[in-house]
């Protein structure tokens, strides 16, 4: 499977690029590996599953461009507030609703555990057409 760069993608620079590489896309579903093997403190994860929602949602058909911004986040939990070592977004189109992508995102540890879950909005960056 070949994905471009995720920092060629997002709108962040190093060292906010939280996502390194992205190893599974079946186009409603993306899976990357972490920049890094932490620690990481639970808004770290966040971040990072945002960043993987970001990249799912430019991948769609009339997607979002790099500058998109996070609108909201729901149903956030928590399973760890901090962890060592690598983890892996997990993010998948729930629904667009008008001209944004609302995801659901997951973060888990190299054994599969979850660090955490919820849901992102994403929309067009201001003066941005959808």
């Not at 911004?69 to 149903?75: H, N, S």
């Not at 955490?116 to 057409?129: H, R």
């Amino acid at each position: 499977m070949s994905f471009p760069d995720p920092a060629a993608l997002l709108r962040h620079r190093p060292p906010a690029v939280l996502v390194r590489e992205v190893v599974e896309f079946d186009g409603q579903r993306l899976v990357a590996t972490s920049n890094g093997a932490g620690p990481w403190t639970w808004p770290q994860l966040l971040e990072g599953g945002a960043q993987a929602a970001g990249l799912l949602a430019g991948a769609q058909p009339r997607g979002l461009g790099r500058r998109a911004v996070v609108a909201d986040y729901r149903g956030v939990r928590l399973g760890a507030p901090m962890h060592a070592g690598a983890v892996r977004f997990v993010a998948t189109i729930e629904r667009r609703v008008l001209h944004c992508w609302r995801c659901r995102i997951a973060v888990h540890d190299a054994s599969g555990g979850l660090l955490l879950e919820g849901t992102v909005t994403l929309a067009p960056a201001s003066g941005e057409a959808p």
